[in-house]
């Protein structure tokens, strides 16, 4: 077999280490119990200080290491992966190069490093110093830190945390590899600093940066580590600003300085991992290259059909194991994509996971409350590590030598297929006989018309998107209600309060449009999970969404529908309380599928079609209770976006499908609003315009307004509302400071059109931040209205 080692890159050159037989290409980082998270956020408050957090944070490395090494990689040989991160890989990769943009300049210390207090403060900010802009990873729910590059950006090896966390795992018995974003990658996700020359392109400082990696491999090898691996997932997609042969000319630079020009064993050997997709034309720039390794997405991606010149000399790792979703996999299908992966000439296989499993839950073995047989259904980290080693020894020993695996996996996949609910006749007859004009509302003008006469609102209404502050008192509520220490009616009793409390504090702001906060929401998919048939959610399997902000996705894994009413009581109870509109406030088919772990048995588009239907039914019974403003939020519609242009048309097909079916059949008097967060959005103009919403906010604070030209230019002739309040911040921003924003956006936008909002929800802010920030919306809002006559 091709995986023996007299034909690895070892082999032939015995300076390169062999590439380890099965590895994962990261691991929750947050702990199984979100221990970081606690501890991050209790440091920021001022209860713990930076040793006690390091030392948290030191406890949860050597945990993780140790558990991968009980689950079967060995501690010897570099299949351990160092993906720690305190918020984010890609802010750990600026603060390693020394990418701080210039107003945080006087956090670094004489030497040019950030400690550990101002790498949290270029993440969230601080006074009038705005946060790196923040959006989506790739297809994931996983939101990054845009790092900011301008032609004098001065790039140096800053820090040398990575060669610590190394150090301080082979202290324990582990040899792992370090996990870095790859500088094409790097340069790729940022964004030109502000007073950049017009049309800059930060891969143009690639020559200046390659010196600084080189500096971290050297340091690295030093300390003994003889593998690393650097992320590549920006390889994988043709939806960027650069063109491609611009990218794979910045990838065969790169790693003729980073594998050729630095050799062993003033180096380690190179992985380039390249999840999320297919690598297509970059595998053989990578095969022509000195890297020892490569990873292959064979989940989102394909394996090449011909051998690839150059991959004699390489180690191809085949990723067969789904690291961004939760499903068991069938071992014996991932292990004939495997053998097949050996006939392409490359000089050794080893087995992967498809990405980083940071997108997946612990451990299966932690959620007690699943049904037992959705629960034989699932693999979450851990069961995908021993899914890997158990391929990787059928690999090397043949199928016999893991038959019972093999079996007890095709078995859990047949059980799913024939469960009850999995599929419901009546659901799909009920998709199978949409019409076209289930999709469609009356004409914009017509509905606008009626719209203005049924609310009399002002110009530039102000709102905010939907959830308030979950405050301790809710979350005591709600915990004491779980353990059947408060009863159902003292629980709703409580709810009903909080409602009270948050419409009166939106009347004494002055916000014309109110909410009713969504205190008896755990989460904003979660909450509509429990209600909906289809669906199950765990106790512990959460996520990280960004920094200290943890999500627990739900699992999809039937066919959905609609038992009875889900938020129209609480809406009515809201409304009955001011005279000004209330918003309902429903989450979409596209964010509900892509902030689950969805099912992966039938196309995307039905399980979409599925949920609008379901959500068509909430809207009717909302508007029926009197319910003038519908919101239905879809956050998540850039964010499934596929990487490569040729898949995107389908997918813009269904997903606005989806969303124009639940929200079609309210008369032209009842105004639909849909909220858009933390994605470039510039690529889905059409997208969103197809909505056909009649308002829609979106982020807009931390970019400043750069979403509105696009807007503008597309010719987008219904409301909409930028926002003006980062609430991913715990900055209050002032009312200069909002002012000026508006006035950005009047620029752009016409101001009969224009609502005026935060970026998102308020559910993670205090109500300290919370008040005077929107009182200054507010206020900024009088102050521009006034300008307008």
Request: with cysteine.
């Amino acid at each position: 077999m091709t995986t023996e080692l007299q034909h690895s890159p070892a082999a032939q050159n015995p300076a390169i280490p062999a590439f380890p037989a099965a590895t994962v290409l990261g691991y929750p980082r947050i702990g199984r119990r979100r221990e970081l998270k606690r501890a991050v956020e209790a440091y920021w408050a001022g209860r713990t200080d930076v040793h006690e957090l390091e030392a948290t944070a030191a406890d949860l490395r050597r945990t993780t290491v140790a558990r991968l090494v009980d689950l079967g990689l060995p501690a010897d040989d570099a299949s351990v992966p160092s993906s720690f991160s305190y918020y984010d890989q890609v802010l750990d990769a600026a603060t390693t190069v020394g990418a701080v943009p210039e107003r945080f300049a006087h956090l670094l210390s004489d030497a040019g490093e950030l400690d550990l207090a101002g790498y949290f403060t270029v993440a969230r900010g601080v006074g009038d110093l705005p946060p790196l802009e923040m959006t989506k990873w790739f297809d994931t729910n996983y939101h990054y830190l845009v790092p900011e590059i301008g032609p004098g950006t001065a790039f140096r090896l800053a820090s040398d945390r990575p060669v610590r966390e190394f150090r301080e795992a082979l202290e324990a018995g582990v040899t792992t590899r370090p996990v870095i974003v790859g500088p094409v990658t790097f340069l790729l996700l940022s964004k030109a600093a502000d007073g950049a020359p017009s049309g800059f392109s930060p891969l143009s400082r690639l020559a200046d940066l390659l010196p600084v990696y080189a500096d971290l491999l050297r340091a690295l090898a030093a300390a003994g580590a003889p593998w690393v691996q650097l992320d590549e997932p920006a390889l994988v997609t043709d939806n960027l600003d650069v063109p491609r042969d611009e990218v794979l000319a910045a990838l065969r630079t790169a790693y003729a300085t980073l594998a050729t020009d630095l050799r062993s064993p003033d180096r380690p050997a190179v992985l380039v991992a390249a999840p999320f997709g297919d690598l297509g034309d970059a595998l053989p720039v990578l095969a022509d290259s000195d890297v020892e390794a490569v990873a292959l997405d064979l989940v989102r991606g394909t394996a090449p059909t011909e051998p690839v010149p150059g991959l004699g000399s390489t180690t191809l790792v085949g990723g067969v194991v789904d690291g961004h979703n939760v499903w068991r996999a069938d071992l014996s299908a991932r292990l004939e994509v495997l053998e097949r992966l050996e006939g392409l000439g490359a000089a050794a296989v080893s087995v992967g996971t498809s990405t980083s499993l940071q997108h997946v839950p612990h451990d299966v073995a932690d959620e007690p409350d699943l049904d037992p047989g959705l629960a034989g259904w699932l693999a979450f980290a851990d069961q995908k590590v021993t899914e890997v080693v158990t391929l990787a020894t059928g690999l090397r020993e043949g199928r016999e030598a893991v038959h019972a695996e093999l079996l007890a996996a095709s078995d859990a996949v047949a059980s799913r297929a024939s469960a009850v609910g999995v599929e419901v006749a009546a659901v799909r007859e009920r998709t199978a006989a949409l019409r076209t004009t289930d999709f469609h509302r009356a004409p914009a003008q017509e509905r606008r018309a009626a719209q203005e006469a049924r609310l009399g609102l002002p110009a530039l209404p102000t709102t905010t998107i939907g959830s308030f502050p979950q405050t301790v008192e809710i979350r005591r509520a709600r915990a004491a209600h779980a353990k059947g220490d408060l009863s159902l009616e003292a629980y709703e009793d409580a709810m009903r309060a909080e409602i009270a409390r948050v419409v009166a504090l939106q009347e004494e702001i002055g916000l014309d449009v109110l909410v009713h906060g969504e205190a008896e929401r755990n989460d904003m998919v979660q909450y509509f999970a429990e209600l909906l048939d289809g669906f199950a959610v765990t106790r512990n399997g959460w996520v990280q969404s960004y920094g200290s902000r943890c999500t627990r996705p739900s699992i999809l894994w039937g066919d959905v529908s609609r038992p009875a009413p889900m938020t129209v009581r609480w809406a009515e109870h809201a409304q009955s309380l001011t005279e000004k509109p209330v918003k309902g406030m429903l989450t979409g088919p596209v964010t509900i599928m892509a902030w689950s772990f969805v099912r992966d048995d039938v196309p995307l588009g039905e399980t979409a079609r599925q949920i609008g239907l379901a959500l068509r039914d909430e809207i009717t019974d909302l508007e029926a209770a009197g319910i003038a403003i519908i919101q239905v939020d879809e956050p998540a519609l850039r964010e499934l976006l596929p990487l490569r242009r040729a898949d995107q048309a389908e997918y813009l097909d269904w997903s606005v499908g989806s969303f124009t079916l639940a929200t079609a059949g309210v008369r032209p008097d009842t105004q639909i609003h849909t909220h858009l967060c933390y994605s470039e959005f510039g690529e889905v103009i059409g997208a969103i315009d197809a909505l056909d919403a009649d308002v829609t906010s979106i982020e807009a604070a931390r970019s400043r307004m750069e979403i509105l030209p696009d807007l503008a230019g597309s010719g987008f002739s219904r409301g909409v509302g930028p926002g003006v309040y980062d609430i991913h911040s715990p900055r209050v921003p002032s009312q200069t400071e909002v002012t000026e924003l508006l006035e950005l956006a009047v620029k752009s936008v016409d101001p009969r059109l224009l609502w005026v909002n935060p970026d998102c929800g308020l559910k993670t802010r205090g109500y300290d931040e919370t008040v005077p920030s929107l009182e200054h919306l507010v206020a900024a809002a009088a102050a521009v209205r006034e300008t307008l006559g």
